[in-house]
């Protein structure tokens, strides 16, 4: 975003950053990296998992926008395999905190009509907050108004390798022969299959690197860095990021003539 553009959005209110979006140039589908839990506790003298726990927040905040905006999908990354390798005790009450969110959420996603499914190695998770990953994934299963996917005990290598790996078995059994492995084939076996790949990745509190999250997924992703860190990550900073992803032009290969000759391919028009 042009800076001068960006100051000129910054002072607007909500309502009206909201009304100047084009309905046809939005993402289908947005991830974002929640960065800066820890960064955020720290600059207010308090534990680590004040800045997780106000970050509980700005999820809300994202999920009722995309819900507003008719955003189909929404994809966060909520826990890396990295994870584990934290101290324990910040482990367990990340797990806690996980297990709170999915009790207190399970009503308002109803209600929302939100579809909630993780993905990830996500049975390595302790017993008590893989339980409430099932149960609210089964009880929201049949809603498609907004798919939320988090992302827990995921890695990108470790979901390219167990795709890889569930087709070799098949291709072991006979279900599929070597050669028809193509692009879409292996799209059918990641985790996130059936939906859009991203059209917009965010990630919050200044990195610029992608961290492992979506490989395979992110290959034409538009990526905005914002140095808010994710507690203070909110409606507002969400409507900018919106607005500077619709002044990309999204070629995907193709030169600016070939585009002008299908508009529909400028915002990534794909199939789930």
């Known amino acids: 975003m042009a800076k001068g553009t960006e100051t000129e959005l910054e002072h607007l209110p909500d309502s009206e950053l909201k009304s100047l979006l084009l309905p046809d140039l939005l993402p289908r589908h947005i991830a974002i990296i929640m960065d800066g839990n820890g960064r955020w506790a720290a600059q207010r003298g308090l534990p680590r998992m004040a800045g997780h726990t106000e970050g509980i927040k700005s999820v809300r905040d994202m999920i009722n926008l995309c819900r507003e905006l008719g955003i189909k999908a929404l994809t966060i990354y909520a826990f890396s395999q990295e994870n584990w390798k934290r101290p324990a005790a910040e482990i367990n009450a990340l797990m806690m905190l996980l297990e709170s969110y999915l ?16 993905i990830g190695r996500v049975s390595t998770l302790p017993e008590s907050a893989l339980a409430w990953v099932r149960k609210v994934e089964r009880e929201t299963a049949h809603f498609d108004r907004l798919n939320l996917t988090v992302a827990l005990s995921y890695g990108g290598r470790s979901e390219i390798v167990d795709a890889v790996r569930r087709l070799a078995e098949d291709a072991r059994n006979g279900t599929i022969t070597p050669d028809q492995i193509d692009e879409d084939m292996l799209e059918g076996y990641l985790s996130t299959h059936g939906l859009p790949d991203p059209d ?5 509190s200044g990195e610029t690197r992608i961290s492992n999250f979506l490989l395979w997924q992110l290959a034409y992703t538009e990526m905005y860095f914002t140095p808010t860190l994710w507690p203070d990550f909110r409606r507002h900073d969400a409507l900018l990021a919106l607005h ?11 030169t600016c003539d070939q585009l002008s000759d299908h508009p529909d391919e400028k915002v990534g028009k794909r199939s789930a």
Do not use: H, P, V
């Open 103 to 118: 009790q207190m959420e399970l009503e308002a996603l109803i209600e929302k009509e939100t579809r909630f499914r993780a």
């Open 244 to 254: 500077d992803y619709q002044r990309r032009e999204r070629r995907f290969g193709q």
């Open 200 to 204: 917009l990745l965010i990630r919050t």
